[in-house]
Each structure stands twice: as C-alpha cells, then as structure tokens.
Nanobody, 120 residues
Framework: QVQLVESGGGLVQPGGSLRLSCAAS????????MGWYRQAPGKERELVAT???????NYADSVKGRFTISRDNAKNTESLQMNSLKPEDTAVYYC??????????????WGQGTQVTVSS
C-alpha cells in the first residue's frame, strides 16, 4: 500500500504565491521520480513539473520561471512553489509518484488532487 498526501491548495489573487506539498509513504523501495500534473475544467490533464531521483527537473513552458519543484529524498516529499500565479493556473493539481516496490516492480501512483484557484 502506498499513500500520497497533498496539501497547500487554495484561493489566491493573481500575482500571488502558493506552495503545494506531497508526502509519500508505504511500501516504497525507491522513488524514481515525482511530479505534478493539473487539470482545468473542460481540459485534459497536463504536465506541470517533474523531478527525478537525481533531481533533474522538467517544466511545462507555461510555468517556467514561475514554478519551482523540489524534493526531500529523506522524507519522501516533494513541493511545488508557485509564484506570479495567473488565472489560467486555476486547476486541480495532482501529485504523481513513480516508485519501485520491494519486488522490483515500477508503479505510477496518483494523489487525490488539490484545488488551486487564482482569482481576484
């Protein structure tokens, strides 16, 4: 069993900041990558940012320079610092975990999602 606990969503004015966090626990031998996706109403889920075990990062063009992803390997957590937020950033944000279990199998696991609303 694996659990992902997301936190940090909410309502913020345009230009404001929010920090999302995601904590992983359970039968995890190693974490290969973590990341964030988002889904706005009527749109497909899209990549926001990812970070590998070697801390290589990847960002959607729409968030480059505004969002920063980081992780704490010792605590199995990741965070997404979101600055200069825009109304178009409004979406449900999902934490994703890519991990290997103790049997050597790799899995993708999704969090339940946290709402981010950017509005005045």
């Amino acid at each position: 069993q694996v659990q992902l606990v997301e936190s940090g969503g909410g309502l913020v004015q345009p230009g404001g900041s929010l920090r999302l966090s995601c904590a992983a626990s359970g039968s995890i031998f190693s974490i290969n990558a973590m990341g964030w996706y988002r889904q706005a109403p009527g749109k497909e889920r899209e990549l926001v940012a990812t970070i590998t075990s070697g801390e290589n990062t990847n960002y959607a063009d729409s968030v480059k320079g505004r969002f920063t992803i980081s992780r704490d390997n010792a605590k199995n957590t990741e965070s997404l610092q979101m600055n200069s937020l825009k109304p178009e950033d409004t979406a449900v944000y999902y934490c994703v975990l890519v991990y290997t279990d103790y049997d050597g199998y790799e899995y993708h696991y999704w969090g339940q999602g946290t709402q981010v609303t950017v509005s005045s």
